[in-house]
């Protein structure tokens, strides 16, 4: 039976580096998939200047990337990107409608609008921490989490990752790789999803193809300032390794017991109705 699912995420390219791969699985199966953006990211690192001409063409890239993934519709909700200063906030340049400082409840209701318009049966979020700490990710998971209840939609998944594995890689890699003096082991101790946590972990090797071809649409976040992007250097990841590294995406439901271990968005979980 086909359902619907909503991905919502703060900045376009977020859906290809967390996501991309369950879209494309749940587009290939049938399902109605929609991708809601809160802001454009026009204050996001890139090669181009700060405000209308990137967001144009994050916006453009956005629209590339959903087709690849098989999308059904996109939703911009024309927030402003709060951008991410060094200390971990939005700054005090931020624009007047930075989704930073939205009110709560009247953001909650506009995606919640979307949600009732179609009959979702899921909504993917961010953790509480909003992944690593962006304040426009964390405004995600409080505006998300709103939303769901407002328009109860059964299903609120909170996209993240394995912190436990990546900790541990990060570690050996300490050991053969210098990392630049601002890089902070510390900050990815709290970041994301602890293993015990997660609750879905979703097979995605059969669509990395996609989810390549997914991060690829976003060129302008692959380069940018004077230090290399997390994006570009995954995208020079050799395919067997890409798919090894890149292939399972992890999400935290929070209304299932602990324990729980699915391995499908829809999968039938303790407690669900029949």
């Known amino acids: 039976m086909a359902r619907t699912a909503v991905f919502f995420h703060a900045h376009p390219d977020d859906e290809a580096l967390l996501t991309a791969g369950t879209m494309a699985m749940l587009a290939a199966e049938g399902h109605r998939v929609v991708l809601v953006v809160a802001t454009a990211g026009e204050r996001g690192l890139a090669d181009l200047p700060h405000g209308e001409e990137l967001a144009e063409a994050r916006t453009a890239e956005l629209y590339a990337s959903a087709a690849v993934l098989g999308v059904a519709r996109v939703v911009l909700l024309g927030y402003g990107d709060s951008g991410l200063t060094e200390s971990g906030d939005g700054g005090t340049d931020r624009p007047d409608n930075a989704f930073i400082d ?13 949600l009732k318009d179609e009959n979702a049966d899921l909504l993917t979020i961010y953790d509480p921490a909003g992944g690593y700490g962006h304040p426009d990710h964390v405004q995600v998971h409080r505006v998300g989490s709103r939303a769901a209840v407002i328009a109860g939609t ?88 890409y798919r090894l590294v890149f292939g399972t995406e992890w999400y935290v439901r929070r209304d299932l017991p602990p324990g729980t271990r699915l391995k499908h968005p829809f999968a039938p979980a303790p407690g669900d109705p029949a």
């Open 154 to 241: 059964p299903i609120l998944l909170e996209a993240t990752v394995n912190r436990d594995p990546l900790l541990k890689a990060l570690r050996l890699a300490q050991k053969v790789h210098r990392f630049p003096p601002e890089f902070d082991m510390r900050s990815f101790e709290l970041a994301y999803s602890p293993g015990d946590a997660i609750t879905h972990r979703v097979n995605v090797r059969k669509y990395t193809r996609q989810k390549r071809a997914s991060m690829s649409a976003h060129a302008t976040q692959a380069s940018g300032g004077d230090s290399e992007r997390t994006l570009g250097v995954m995208l020079r990841t050799p395919g067997p390794l």
């Open 102 to 114: 939205a009110d709560i409840e009247e953001a909650a209701h506009r995606l919640a609008t979307v």
